[in-house]
Nanobody, 123 residues
Framework: VQLVESGGGLVQPGGSLRLSCAAS????????MSWFRQVPGKERAFVAV????????NYADSVKGRFIISKDNAKNTMYLQMNSLKPEDTAVYYC?????????????????WGQGTQVTVSS
């Protein structure tokens, strides 16, 4: 299993970014997949999760209504569309899965992490 994030960068408050997580070694349509984020000195925090077929999603309260998680099965890739970004969204963002493809909303449930991509929201 390999997860490779991309799409991070510097954006002004109120702006948008789309993160990608390219998966290999498994089929995204067979796995629940999640996004987490981490700021220095804190544990990785749950951001969003999407079901195997993409028909169910769940979000942390802090991003609900602003972020959208999705999958493209043909590209074997997961996405996180981030809108109305705030300085407090600044973090390293990680995609994550459990080895059996189960629902994951806590970092101690994760078996595989990507390398992370930095998102900085600043004017």
């Amino acid at each position: 299993v390999q997860l490779v994030e991309s799409g991070g960068g510097l954006v002004q408050p109120g702006g948008s970014l789309r993160l990608s997580c390219a998966a290999s070694g498994f089929t995204v349509s067979s796995y629940y997949m999640s996004w987490f984020r981490q700021v220095p000195g804190k544990e990785r925090a749950f951001v969003a999760v999407i079901s195997r077929l993409g028909d169910f999603t769940n979000y942390a309260d802090s991003v609900k209504g602003r972020f959208i998680i999705s999958k493209d099965n043909a590209k074997n890739t997961m996405y996180l569309q981030m809108n109305s970004l705030k300085p407090e969204d600044t973090a390293v963002y990680y995609c994550a899965v459990d080895r059996s493809g189960y629902y994951v909303v806590a970092s101690d449930q994760v078996d595989y992490w990507g390398q992370g991509t930095q998102v900085t929201v600043s004017s």
